[in-house]
Structures are given as structure tokens and as C-alpha cells.
């Protein structure tokens, strides 16, 4: 899917983060990104230096991901075309506004970990 589909939607020069998924450490997929993404991904293994992997101030962690879900499986999913129908319609949906949302949501969270010295934190 990754190659295939959403590759070559991405924009030349786009940077790539790895999720946290075990199976997406494989040298199959490091050797894949560092050939389609040279310098430019972030994740187990990447040559890229980039702080440890923490959800609670990853984005895509604590809204995008769970926000895709919640949509797309909304309603029966038919077959594979309609479930990647379903997640560009998402995707899209996804407007300045709810970006902006996200960012202040990032601030906050950002300043409790300041205030509480890093240490763990629920947010929810």
C-alpha cells in the first residue's frame, strides 16, 4: 500500500514518519524508505536523528490516526478500492480549522510536559 498507493501521492521532498507498528522495522521496508526516502524519514533505523517516538506530542498519534478510524469504519467497508475511497475522503476532510485545532492541542500538551518536567501524562 505504502509503495503502491500512497508514495506517489506524496509531494517530491516529503519527509516520512514511521509508525510504531514492529512489522514496519523490517530491513525489506528500512531499505525501501531509504531508497524512496534517502535522508528523509524518520522512525527505527532511519538515518535521520529525531527525538524518541512520544504519542502524546505526535499528531498523528493523538488525533489523526484515531480520527481516520472513526470515520472510515462509520459504515461497512465493501471492498479494497472502497476502503481507500473511504480514507482520501477522510484525509480531505480534514480542513484548516481542525489543523489549527490540532496545533493548539500540540501547544498544550506541550506546555504540560513542560510544566511537569516530562513526566507521564494522561490526556485525553
Do not use: C
Not at 522495522?25 to 535522508?39: C, E, H, M, R
Not at 529525531?50 to 480520527?67: E, H, K, Q, V
Not at 479494497?80 to 480542513?95: A, F, G, M
Amino acid at each position: 500500500m505504502l509503495q503502491l498507493y500512497a508514495v506517489p501521492q506524496f509531494p517530491e521532498g516529503a519527509i516520512f514518519q514511521q509508525d510504531g507498528a514492529p512489522p514496519h522495522y523490517g530491513n525489506t521496508v528500512s531499505d525501501f524508505l531509504d531508497t524512496t526516502f534517502p535522508q528523509r524519514w524518520i522512525g527505527r533505523g532511519a538515518v535521520m536523528a529525531w527525538p524518541p517516538r512520544s504519542p502524546d506530542i505526535t499528531p498523528l498519534d493523538f488525533y489523526l490516526w484515531g480520527y481516520v478510524k472513526q470515520h472510515v469504519h462509520s459504515e461497512r467497508i465493501n471492498d479494497v478500492n472502497n476502503l481507500k475511497q473511504r480514507i482520501t475522503d477522510v484525509i480531505h476532510s480534514v480542513t484548516p480549522d481542525v489543523l489549527t485545532r490540532v496545533w493548539e492541542e500540540l501547544d498544550y500538551r506541550l506546555d504540560v510536559r513542560r510544566a511537569t518536567n516530562r513526566a507521564h501524562m494522561e490526556l485525553r
